[in-house]
């Protein structure tokens, strides 16, 4: 079966343009509760948004979803989307509901579904759940209808959660520290967490009013950290996504480091440590060939999968290692989370620069990453990976690099986007096989 509403990571969209509709999001809630009405207990799922304008009419249409198939609904407010997993888990909920799309601007939406065990859904959840996006629903009688309940404490739930996974016998007493929360969901938690650690918190996108959730701050756009963080002579930054599940880091000399980084920086750590499980890191095609050398002159093993933090997730599972992530920041620890955590990842840098007494300038670049450039191509429709003329110019562009680089071209999974990705030693090749690629798709597109 064709995916029509399911992408890489749950549904997404422009709000009030299919399938971000609250008709729609209505639908989801009907199709997702029956699914997961399994039993005769009473049914709950626990619902977490970032700080949207649109959050308010998704949530809305959700409940009325849910509860109209017998569902009970947990409303948590304005959360990160691993507090929303770890909730679903702790609360013994039968599904989870993170409404964001979160990097994307204000504008776009999306909705993304957890499992009672706090993973999110495999594919064949998904696909069950878009057969029943095309049926009727079964509504319940009306003394079955589901109630819906707001919670006041999830907050500090999530806090206390992040806390416990930084050592017992570390504080962060003086460090300076800036977070930049992308006046998204982690706004009211993540600069509580740190100062409850012990660090001066100097925060950074910590107002949002509907509209400027990810608007030049936040993982996607570090230069006010990069600034403030030179400016206030901290020791680090830390810059979140709109719904906290991805972290990019400045460290204090004001360098932007990405997540190949932080996931060597972590697994090294551990392996030092004796806490790293499975051999090696697992991460996708997208990651650098700069940690795949890295790891293995430590002896240690990159396992790659397909882009998307499920599938990095998937492939830790597999292999029983407990450290993966992707480049843009998704940073997964098993020891600690079901899905990327990016204020828990961060609290894992911290310790390492705690428990090692290193400056993050001295301690974040674990290794030189090879020359890497990637370029979007935006279409409008068709199918323009299926056209001759590109597949000949990207089969071209393998040979060339065959042994000296790696290329990635694919679709976004989000967005109308064709990402074409090549690395390798030779910079000034690099670029000219992208640029090639890149107009060969922008032909076929045109």
């Not at 071209?396 to 690395?423: C, F, H, N, W, Y």
Request: net charge negative.
């Amino acid at each position: 079966m064709a995916r029509k509403f399911f992408g890489t990571d749950g549904i997404r969209g422009l709000t009030n343009k299919a399938p971000m509709t609250a008709d729609i999001a209505l639908k989801v809630g009907q199709a997702a509760g029956a699914h997961f009405v399994r039993g005769d207990h009473r049914h709950r799922v626990v619902i977490g948004k970032d700080t949207r304008l649109s959050g308010y009419m998704m949530e809305s249409a959700l409940v009325a979803g849910f509860t109209s198939v017998g569902m009970d609904v947990v409303l948590l407010g304005p959360m990160p989307t691993p507090a929303v997993a770890m909730l679903t888990r702790s609360m013994r909920a039968d599904l989870g509901v993170m409404i964001s799309a979160s990097h994307n601007p204000f504008h776009d939406n999306g909705i993304k579904l957890f499992g009672p065990d706090g993973f999110k859904l495999s594919d064949e959840d998904e696909l069950a759940i878009e057969a029943l996006l095309g049926t009727q629903a079964e509504l319940v009688e009306a003394n079955r209808i589901g109630r819906a309940k707001r919670i006041d404490d999830a907050r500090g739930r999530y806090v206390h959660f992040a806390k416990s996974t930084f050592p017992e016998k570390l504080r962060l007493d003086g460090l300076k520290i800036v977070i930049d929360c992308a006046n998204g969901a982690a706004y009211h938690v993540a600069p509580d967490a740190l100062w409850e650690l012990g660090a001066e918190v100097i925060q950074l996108g910590v107002q949002p009013n509907g509209t400027n959730i990810n608007d030049e701050c936040g993982s996607t756009h570090p230069q006010l950290l990069q600034e403030t963080v030179v400016a206030s002579g901290a020791d680090i930054g830390l810059a979140l996504d709109g719904d906290a599940d991805r972290l990019i880091v400045v460290d204090d000399s004001g360098k932007v480091i990405d997540g190949d980084q932080l996931m060597a920086l972590i697994a090294l750590d551990q392996q030092r440590q004796g806490l790293l499980r499975g051999g090696g890191v697992v991460a996708t095609v997208m990651s650098n060939l700069g940690l795949e050398r890295k790891l293995e002159a430590e002896g240690l093993a990159l396992h790659r999968t397909k882009v998307g933090d499920r599938y990095v997730l998937e492939g830790m599972r597999e292999r029983g290692c407990n450290v993966g992530g992707e480049q843009s920041g998704h940073i997964i620890l098993t020891d600690h989370a079901t899905t990327g955590d990016g204020l828990v990842a961060g609290l894992q840098i911290l310790a390492a620069m705690v428990g090692q007494d290193r400056r993050a300038s001295d301690l974040l670049a674990q290794f030189e990453p090879v020359p890497q450039l990637l370029r979007n191509v935006r279409f409008k429709a068709g199918a323009p990976l299926e056209a001759e003329a590109v597949k000949a110019c990207i089969a071209d562009a393998e040979k060339q690099l065959d042994g000296r680089g790696r290329l990635v071209i694919r679709r976004s999974g989000t967005e109308p986007l064709i990402r074409v990705m090549a690395e390798g030693d030779d910079e000034a090749e690099v670029e000219a096989v992208v640029a090639r690629i890149c107009a060969a798709v922008e032909e076929a597109a045109a």
